[in-house]
Nanobody
Framework: VQLQASGGGLVQAGGSLRLSCAVS????????MNWFRQAPGEEREFVAG????????RYADFVKDRFTIFRDSAKMTVDLQMNNLKPEDSAVYFC???????????????WGQGTQVTVSS
């Protein structure tokens, strides 16, 4: 699978951004599409995931009610709508595929390049 993330940028606290991940070359190992993030000096952490066929979603507790993950099987994209952004949301955001529902980066199979999100206070 090839994953291409885009949509990062600089936004003020309370603002919104929408990240998009273009997906191509899906295999039988790519059942779940995820977004992870990594801030400087921190470990890569799970943000949200969606089961590609079923559409079932899962979120990290720290983004519930602020972030929404969308998958469009016709356009082959997985978007992350981020609202009410906080400075602590600043990180490089990565899309990644996994064969099953995961919450650890070690469970991901394939990674796209990251896109930087910076939230100013």
């Amino acid at each position: 699978v090839q994953l291409q993330a885009s949509g990062g940028g600089l936004v003020q606290a309370g603002g919104s951004l929408r990240l998009s991940c273009a997906v191509s070359g899906l295999t039988t190992s790519d059942n779940v599409m995820n977004w992870f993030r990594q801030a400087p000096g921190e470990e890569r952490e799970f943000v949200a995931g969606v089961v590609w066929r079923e559409g079932k979603k899962r979120y990290a507790d720290f983004v519930k009610d602020r972030f929404t993950i969308f998958r469009d099987s016709a356009k082959m994209t997985v978007d992350l709508q981020m609202n009410n952004l906080k400075p602590e949301d600043s990180a490089v955001y990565f899309c990644a595929s996994s064969s099953r529902v995961v919450t650890l980066a070690a469970g991901a199979v394939s990674w796209g390049q990251g896109t930087q999100v910076t939230v100013s206070s």
